[in-house]
């Protein structure tokens, strides 16, 4: 559910029941929901599940969210939190030229391009289709952006970034070419990444 911040506890818990009346009038035989980690929200507040609780909903399962905080500061910022091993492996991968590129639609053909590689060698499909990819950049330049890594013209790597709000950016699809899947790709966009959104606030 997406629920203003401001709404009070009694409004909540009578939002609960109208889902559970729609529910009971449509025949449904229950309702399954993943609530999104608190930092998400603008105003963090337990009210939404307590109101589940109340109404009769019971936790199946708890999902391990990793949050990784963003040092602010000078480029670098990834330092602080990657391996000495990983840190090596991001300057040699600048030192044999791989760039990043961060950017919006006029990325997703390259982006497409790891993508589909990804999840052709994993053999599961990706929660979204490139028709949504495409759909989700064009309504959303500024909130989905695309960080891809290139050696010459070819995508070795790249990811899809949500910017949740202005403390929460989500990566989505981190993926691999497999042709160059010994390129540290991955690496080296994960310490852009973290520098870009640093710098951001």
């Keep these: 559910p997406a629920i203003s911040p401001y709404l009070s506890t009694k409004d909540i818990l009578e939002l ?35 109101a589940l609780y109340f109404q009769g909903f019971r936790l199946t399962n708890r999902w391990l969210c990793p949050v990784i905080p963003i040092a602010a500061g000078a480029d670098g910022r990834y330092l602080g939190l990657f391996r000495d091993t990983h840190s090596n492996r991001v300057r040699a991968g600048l030192r044999k030229r791989l760039r990043v590129v961060e950017g919006g639609l ?36 500024d909130r989905v952006r695309v960080h891809l890594v290139f050696l010459d013209a070819s995508p070795v790597a790249g990811m899809l970034v949500f910017l949740i709000n202005p403390r929460v950016a989500y990566t989505f699809y981190i993926c691999v070419s497999t042709a160059h899947a010994r390129e540290p790709g991955s690496v080296v966009a994960f310490a852009s990444l973290i520098d870009s959104l640093g710098a951001q606030g």
Excluded: N
Excluded at 33 to 50: G, I, K, N, W
Excluded at 116 to 125: A, F, K, L, N, S
């Design 106 to 141: 006029d990325q997703l053909t390259p982006f497409l391009s790891v993508y589909e590689d990804t999840y052709q060698r994993h053999g599961v499909p990706p929660t979204h289709s490139a028709a949504e990819i495409a759909d989700l950049l064009q309504r959303l330049p």
């Design 16 to 50: 609960v029941a109208a889902l559970q009346d729609y529910a009971r009038d449509q025949g449904w035989a229950g309702i399954q929901m993943v609530l999104p980690p608190s930092l998400y929200q603008l105003v963090p507040s337990d009210t939404l599940e307590f």
